[in-house]
């Protein structure tokens, strides 16, 4: 099953919030506490893993638009923060509960909860 993630936070750093689109169906969190762009990107990634658990799918592509977050949950890109490193340990203990997870980068056209996130805020 293909999911969708994203997240951002306004102003970054600043309050964080995700979305997942898996299945046609757009699961949203409005305030998951306070970080970096790339806290919310890595914290979309780990509910996205999440979703699928709830929705007890076995296999899945997660696709996003983070370079890093794809780049260091697919062991290419060296983690260099702390705070990402606990975020990608995270991500790896839920993987383990899946029997293949596939993370591939797309472009921010293609993300399905990037569009979300964007329409929320411009009011569409």
């Given at each position: 099953?293909?999911i969708?993630?994203?997240g951002?936070?306004?102003?970054?750093?600043?309050?964080?919030?995700?979305?997942?689109?898996?299945?046609?169906?757009?699961?949203?969190?409005?305030?998951?506490?306070?970080?970096?762009?790339?806290?919310?990107e890595?914290?979309?990634?780990?509910?996205?893993?999440?979703?699928?658990?709830?929705l007890?799918?076995?296999?899945?592509?997660?696709?996003?638009?983070?370079a890093?977050?794809?780049?260091?949950?697919?062991?290419t890109?060296?983690?260099?923060?702390?705070?990402?490193?606990?975020?990608?340990?995270?991500f790896?203990?839920?993987?383990s509960?899946?029997?293949?997870?596939?993370?591939?980068?797309i472009?921010?056209?293609?993300?399905?909860?990037?569009?979300?996130?964007s329409?929320?805020?411009?009011?569409?």
């Open positions: 099953m293909k969708y993630f994203d951002g936070c306004r102003p970054n750093p600043g309050r964080i919030e995700v979305a997942v689109v898996a299945a046609g169906i757009c699961y949203f969190e409005p305030d998951l506490g306070f970080g970096s762009n790339n806290d919310a890595w914290l979309a990634a780990i509910y996205a893993l999440n979703m699928a658990g709830t007890g799918v076995t296999d899945i592509q997660l696709l996003g638009d983070s890093l977050v794809v780049g260091q949950a697919n062991g890109t060296r983690c260099r923060s702390p705070k990402l490193v606990r975020h990608g340990a995270a790896d203990g839920l993987r509960n899946f029997v293949r997870v596939r993370v591939r980068r472009t921010r056209t293609q993300n399905l909860a990037g569009i979300f996130l329409k929320r805020h411009s009011g569409r």
